[in-house]
């Protein structure tokens, strides 16, 4: 059986007492229970944008990231694009509305807030974790209170039926899907009518030609992590319920004072690569906002999350680690990427001497989605340090700030 309490702990953050108590009780029980066994790594996650848009989004990750186009699932109400590293690292499922009048409980939620709505049906949709029985975990965690969509519900939201999926979380608005595969087997979903749409392979085989032709594409990795902002009061809750809904564990938390914020990571428990199965980390302000203007500090985050609602902020590619020609692989990326008109928020941040380089895109037009590129040196560990966080922070508080009579 595995022990999901007996790593190791990283970070300065002080975390609340109940936080700490609750923290053992939830990964000793999940581990007693049998769900830390049968819950493994990340096979896929969701992505949706309006419509008419996943074309072009498609030659965006193709240039920007390993992905390739692989097949479409047509359905009824949607074109879900499966793109695909390998077998060993997480598909993206890319969910395109056929109508823009469609309305759905993940557009509710965009609706809700002022630059969300501007885009009612781009977000992230949240992950879907292989399982060896995706029934026992299901009804597992419904006797923990955890509640999901159930089998008419995912037909007429448009979703893979192999597919057991959470209703979205109060505290991050993502769900958490369950599916089975045999060891070694193919992942497939079973939804709509399976098509190679030549528009999409087209815009695959751009953004590849661009990748190839700049000299990019060996020295991009599978994703690292994917970071979710949230409420301050809700951070704790947050990393709670995803691990008792994953096979993770908590690995530690920073206090980016600067920033007003902290950086809280979880990972998971079989200590497999990144690669295979992403981080999952969790920003949220110290304090929150309605208390703000009494100290006057920058509150990037939590503006972020009264903007676009709790969600989803960026997926970190992990850039190979070398030089060429005296400059660092990330910085080869950047400056390809830039020159084909993408911009960054930033310059990279962080030196071979601090351990990692770190960058931010700016959000993309049709997913609203940032790109982080990391790049770590010789055998550094962690994620991040927290200079380059505070820095990371400030420049995607600048760009997404917008004005309070929103």
Same mark, same amino acid.
């Given at each position: ?55 072009? $989004?498609?030659? *965006?990750?193709? @240039?920007? =990231?390993?992905?390739?186009?692989? /097949?479409? &699932?047509?359905? %009824? ?46 977000? $992230?949709?949240? *992950?879907?974790? @292989?399982? =060896?029985?995706?029934?026992?975990? /299901?009804? &597992?965690?419904? %006797? ?52 190679? @749409? ?209």
């Amino acid at each position: 059986m595995i022990c999901s309490t007996t790593m190791p702990r990283f970070g300065d953050k002080k975390n609340s007492d109940f936080f700490e108590e609750y923290l053992q009780r939830l990964l000793t029980q999940r581990d007693s229970s049998g769900l830390t066994d049968m819950i493994g790594g990340i096979e896929a996650f969701m992505i949706s944008v309006e419509p008419g848009n996943s074309v072009e $989004y498609i030659t *965006e990750l193709a @240039l920007m =990231t390993p992905y390739n186009y692989l /097949v479409t &699932l047509d359905s %009824e109400k949607h074109l879900t694009h499966v793109l695909r590293i390998d077998m060993n690292s997480p598909d993206i499922l890319l969910r395109e509305v056929k109508y823009a009048e469609h309305n759905d409980i993940f557009r509710s939620l965009n609706d809700l807030y002022p630059v969300g709505a501007k885009r009612p049906h781009s977000r $992230y949709l949240g *992950e879907i974790l @292989l399982t =060896t029985n995706r029934h026992e975990v /299901v009804a &597992l965690q419904q %006797e923990r209170e955890f509640r999901f969509f159930s089998i008419g519900q995912l037909a007429d939201l448009d979703l893979p039926l192999n597919v057991s999926i959470s209703k979205p979380s109060p505290y991050t608005q993502n769900v958490v899907g369950y599916m089975e595969r045999p060891e070694n087997g193919i992942r497939f979903y079973q939804h709509g009518n399976c098509v190679i @749409l030549p528009s999409a392979q087209a815009a695959n085989d751009r953004g590849k030609e661009m990748q190839t032709r700049l000299g990019i594409g060996d020295l991009l990795c599978p994703i690292d992590h994917l970071a979710t902002r949230v409420y301050s009061q809700n951070r704790e809750s947050a990393i709670l319920e995803y691990l008792a809904l994953s096979s993770y564990y908590f690995w530690g938390s920073y206090d980016i004072a600067d920033q007003n914020s902290s950086t809280n990571v979880t990972k998971n428990t079989r200590l497999d690569p990144e690669s295979k199965s992403p981080a999952k980390v969790f920003t949220a302000n110290n304090h929150p906002y309605c208390v703000n203007h009494l100290d006057k500090m920058p509150s990037p985050t939590e503006t972020f999350v009264r903007n676009y609602g709790p969600r989803m902020h960026h997926i970190a590619v992990e850039v190979k680690d070398g030089n060429q020609q005296g400059k660092e692989n990330i910085d080869v990326v950047v400056d390809a990427i830039t020159a084909q008109g993408k911009g960054f928020l930033l310059n990279t941040v962080g030196s071979r001497e601090e351990g990692l380089k770190q960058i931010f895109s700016s959000a993309s037009d049709f997913s609203s989605l940032i790109i982080e590129y990391v790049q770590r040196f010789d055998d550094f560990d962690g994620f991040f340090t927290k200079e380059n966080v505070a820095s990371l922070t400030y420049a995607a508080g600048q760009e997404e700030s917008v004005s309070n009579e929103l």
